[in-house]
């Protein structure tokens, strides 16, 4: 994943609504949510549930799909597995991070 992706996707979570935003989208799976929706669950404002799955539509976290006279939003989970992927690519130089019950994390 490149620099720039993972900075626009962190940029974009660094919002405390799009942050709740996107856990109820990844908690809603592949079948995503409406605004509708989101919006009766999260409570948040019609129009400023849209200028947040804006942003996030705009930095690939979430992908947008007109179905009948609805509009659905799903996380991407392929973006979403990128940024984990590269956040951890390098973790601990190579060295195991799971821990044992009752071992002490690395120093790294």
Do not use: W
């Not at 490149?2 to 989208?25: Q, S, T, Y």
């Amino acid at each position: 994943m490149e620099e720039e992706l993972v900075v626009r996707a962190l940029a974009a979570l660094a919002h405390p609504v799009r942050l709740r935003v996107f856990r109820a989208l990844v908690v809603s799976g592949a079948q995503g949510l409406t605004p509708g929706v989101m919006q009766e669950g999260l409570g948040i404002p019609p129009t400023t549930l849209s200028f947040h799955l804006k942003e996030l539509v705009a930095a690939g976290l979430v992908k947008q799909e007109r179905a009948s006279r609805n509009l659905v939003y799903r996380a991407s989970f392929e973006q979403m597995n990128g940024l984990l992927g590269y956040l951890t690519e390098n973790c601990c130089a190579g060295e195991a991070c799971a821990l044992a019950p009752g071992e002490q994390a690395c120093d790294c």
